[in-house]
Nanobody, 123 residues
Framework: QVQLVESGGGLVQAGGSLRLSCAAS????????MGWFRQAPGKERDFVAA????????YYGDSAKGRFAISRDNAKNTVYLQMNSLKPEDTAVYYC????????????????WGQGTQVTVSS
């Protein structure tokens, strides 16, 4: 079992940056693949980024490539999402998720979820 708590969301102007954090409690954080997903109002939840247990392999959705960076600190049981050059279409609730096994872009493969943090980008 792992519990996930996101933080770092907020209101930012277009072109700005935010860093989201996801703190995990429970055992064996370093065993989990960690992912970030987002859900905008009226839309399905979309994959943003994922990172393997060591941090050596990362995956990005098309919307995140070149602007966002996922990283993790296993000593702090935390995964991060650095978001740069934010756009109004990045406005969404951002969720942290965890799974055992290989990296995945599909939300159905993730076993544990945080409550989400709101990111709002104004134009």
């Amino acid at each position: 079992q792992v519990q996930l708590v996101e933080s770092g969301g907020g209101l930012v102007q277009a072109g700005g940056s935010l860093r989201l954090s996801c703190a995990a409690s429970g055992r064996a954080f370093s065993s989990y693949v960690m992912g970030w997903f987002r859900q905008a109002p009226g839309k399905e939840r979309d994959f943003v980024a994922a990172i393997n247990w060591s941090g050596g392999i990362t995956y990005y959705g098309d919307s995140a490539k070149g602007r966002f960076a996922i990283s993790r600190d296993n000593a702090k049981n935390t995964v991060y999402l650095q978001m740069n050059s934010l756009k109004p279409e990045d406005t969404a609730v951002y969720y942290c998720a965890a799974r055992i096994g290989r990296g995945s872009l599909s939300e159905v493969d993730y076993d544990y979820w945080g409550q989400g943090t709101q990111v709002t980008v104004s134009s």
